[in-house]
Nanobody, 123 residues
Framework: VQLQASGGGLVQPGGSLTLACAAS????????IGWFRQAPGKGREFVAA???????KYADPVKARFTVSRDSAKNTVYLQMNSLKVEDTAAYYC??????????????????WGQGTQVTVSS
């Protein structure tokens, strides 16, 4: 499966953005799709995941602010980001895995990655 992330941009603190991860060459329903981010000078960190069965998981810093969802008809997974903070600034990546649910936060298990989309939160 090939993935393409889009939807990044510049937003003020407190604002919202929705990222999209469009899949081709396979169906997102067969995979867990994870979102990761990497800020300058920092390592890649897990943000959220939407499992093939519909489960969701979020990193603590984004709980209650971010929502991950899937539109199977469009073969796309979304990351709705609300109440954005300066510290959310990063390149955001989506990726696909078939690893067990307990390991979806671990990026080494992801087999296909989309290109990053930049999210900048600044006043």
């Amino acid at each position: 499966v090939q993935l393409q992330a889009s939807g990044g941009g510049l937003v003020q603190p407190g604002g919202s953005l929705t990222l999209a991860c469009a899949a081709s060459g396979g169906t997102v329903r067969r995979y867990t799709i994870g979102w990761f981010r990497q800020a300058p000078g920092k390592g890649r960190e897990f943000v959220a995941a939407f499992g093939w069965s519909g489960n969701t998981k979020y990193a603590d810093p984004v709980k209650a602010r971010f929502t991950v969802s899937r539109d199977s008809a469009k073969n796309t997974v979304y990351l709705q980001m609300n109440s954005l903070k300066v510290e959310d600034t990063a390149a955001y990546y989506c990726a696909a895995t078939t690893v067990i649910w307990g390991r979806v936060t671990e990026d080494e298990h992801y087999i296909s990655w989309g290109q990053g989309t930049q999210v900048t939160v600044s006043s």
